[in-house]
């Protein structure tokens, strides 16, 4: 394999797995006497830990067999990987140093390398090592640039001119790193102009939270919590701002200092590591971004908040995963994090779980909460209405509704309760929260299409429906097939069978999956004398695995009877 195509497979795309499968099929294929069985069986079982983010348990399994590492470049980088991945980075080094010259100049062992040099502040080193390192990805060009200049402003107080002389093809990232290296040279004057530009930006909140810091430090504690209370504004779920906000309020000036130093180099590289993994999961670049999110941790492992964003790469590639430690860890940062880690685990768990009980600990959280109490109810509203438990539900929308402030009502609120009101047969309270919710925001086709589609199921405003149905498909730009549907069927029951035919045809070719959709097709087919095709049509909807039992009765019924 050569060394361009080494690169490409593990910068440029990170297609791990992809060549694991291919590592694998070579090994079984080889003829080399001087793997056993055994040394197969263990790189294997190491393949397979990888795969299930049991780091630890590959290492020792890789450990076990020395003489891979010769032959196999797949063996190599998944020892290096993992090793990373758990943060052992001495072991790591040495592994890539006992590498043939060529391997050892992958760009990623050598950025794996000039970590750990900054980890040992052997920064001299370090640099050498990143001028040196070459890759052809614009992202690590630019990552590499910056960890050059976080290096040349720890052996050089001014670098103003470094940075505003550096090119770069991502703006928000360089004005971020102005930020923080400011900060770390003693700029105020380049940091305060900086400062201004970033607070413009609600989407650089995480940098909000990072000015607090300066502004505490300073002990201008009311100036840090109106930036807080101004950014929860813009994005309310946001956990860092959220529990920032309940340490200034409870005088918890440390949930800030404790965690990021903003005089120590290896704290700004560990936050500019971060930063691009955040960048390279919004590509789908998932293990690149856990392998940036573990040597972030690396360099600065007292701010565990960073290691949320490894909780969520886990759960993108696998929503049933689970890990107690880095779950425990993240919990105990506070309340926010506590309730976010939790309920998570009360959504993976839901399936198992087939239980109307509420977890104690997050029942206790529930009852301790002075703040965000609100967001917290509308979780729990919104599991058990995603569970079909309308009742309780219903119960936590309304304790939501008591306490909460005018900004925190809106549209989704009075839609979500009114499907529940809907369900349980609550007509009257069901429409007036449809009904309202479309006064906070008159264009949303989703509601306006459940309220006309409910009065159709129930025989009453059949022309109302209607005018309301044509506003959601226009407004929907036509592309969605159950909004189609809907305007068909409220044809169809004004026994305009043609027009609902055209109606029911189209949501049918665009919504292949709905058994509802079929159902409906079907109907308007037997009604105009197409009796094969709707047979044919009803046949294929009782074979769509979303369908429930009650619709699958019904179509059977009408396979042998037809409509009456």
Not at 131 to 158: G, H, M, Q, R, V
Not at 191 to 214: E, N, V
Request: glycine share 2%; with cysteine; proline share 2%.
């Amino acid at each position: 394999m050569t060394s361009k195509l080494k690169n490409s497979l593990i910068i440029t795309t990170f297609s791990f797995f992809i060549y694991l499968n291919f590592a694998e099929a070579a090994l079984f294929q080889s003829k080399d006497p001087t793997l056993s069985s055994d040394y197969i069986s263990n790189y294997l079982k190491a393949s397979r830990s990888i795969s299930r983010n049991k780091y630890s348990e590959a290492n020792v399994f890789f450990s076990k067999a020395p003489a891979l590492a010769t032959s196999h470049d797949a063996y190599n980088f998944q020892y290096i990987f993992s090793l990373a991945m758990e943060g052992k980075l001495s072991d790591a080094s040495k592994v890539i140093s006992s590498l043939d010259n060529e391997y050892k100049e992958n760009f990623l062992f050598q950025f794996i390398e000039g970590i750990y040099l900054i980890k040992n502040r052997n920064y001299s080193l370090a640099k050498k090592k990143f001028e040196t390192s070459k890759d052809s990805n614009l992202l690590f060009l630019e990552l590499n640039n910056y960890i050059n200049l976080w290096l040349d402003a720890e052996n050089t107080p001014s670098q103003e001119f470094n940075i505003k002389k550096l090119k770069t093809s991502f703006a928000n990232i360089k004005l971020i790193q102005s930020l923080l290296i400011y900060d770390y040279v003693g700029n105020d004057d380049l940091y305060s102009k900086t400062s201004a530009q970033i607070l413009k930006q609600p989407k650089l909140g995480r940098y909000h939270f990072f000015h607090s810091i300066y502004l505490i430090k300073k002990n201008k504690i009311d100036e840090a919590e109106q930036i807080i209370k101004r950014q929860l504004l813009e994005d309310p779920n946001n956990l860092l701002m959220r529990q920032s906000y309940i340490s200034l309020k409870e005088g918890n000036s440390s949930f800030f200092t404790k965690n990021y130093n903003s005089k120590d180099v290896n704290h700004g590289i560990s936050e500019l590591l971060y930063l691009f993994a955040n960048v390279v999961q919004q590509q789908d670049q998932i293990d690149l971004s856990k392998l940036l999110v573990s040597l972030s941790n690396y360099l600065n492992p007292r701010f565990i908040s960073n290691k949320l964003l490894n909780f969520e790469n886990y759960s993108l590639q696998n929503e049933n995963y689970y890990d107690e430690e880095l779950s425990l860890s993240v919990a105990s940062l506070g309340s926010e994090f506590y309730w976010y880690i939790n309920f998570n685990k009360l959504l993976r768990d839901r399936e198992k779980a087939k239980t109307q009980v509420l977890p104690e600990g997050l029942k206790k959280n529930l009852s301790e909460s002075k703040y965000f109490k609100f967001s917290k109810l509308i979780d729990l509203a919104n599991y058990y209405r995603s569970n079909k438990d309308y009742n309780i539900a219903l119960d936590y929308y309304q304790r939501a509704e008591k306490i909460a402030s005018l900004n925190e009502l809106d549209w989704r609120f009075y839609y979500y309760r009114g499907i529940c009101n809907e369900r349980l047969g609550n007509w009257d309270r069901a429409d007036k929260d449809f009904l309202k919710s479309l006064e906070y925001s008159p264009k949303e086709y989703v509601v306006i299409n459940y309220l006309a589609y409910s009065w159709l199921e129930r025989g009453v405003n059949l022309d109302r429906s209607k005018k309301m149905l044509k506003d959601a498909v226009e407004l929907s730009k036509w592309k969605l097939g159950y909004i189609i549907d809907s305007l068909g069927w409220a044809y169809y029951l004004s026994n305009d069978f043609d027009e609902a035919e055209k109606l029911l045809q189209i949501a049918y070719e665009q919504t292949p999956y709905e058994a509802e959709v079929y159902d409906h097709y079907g109907d308007v087919l037997w009604k105009n004398n197409k009796k094969i095709q709707a047979r044919y049509i009803w046949r294929n909807a009782t074979k769509l695995p979303s369908i429930d039992k009650e619709r699958a009765d019904r179509l059977n019924t009408k396979l042998l009877n037809g409509i009456n």
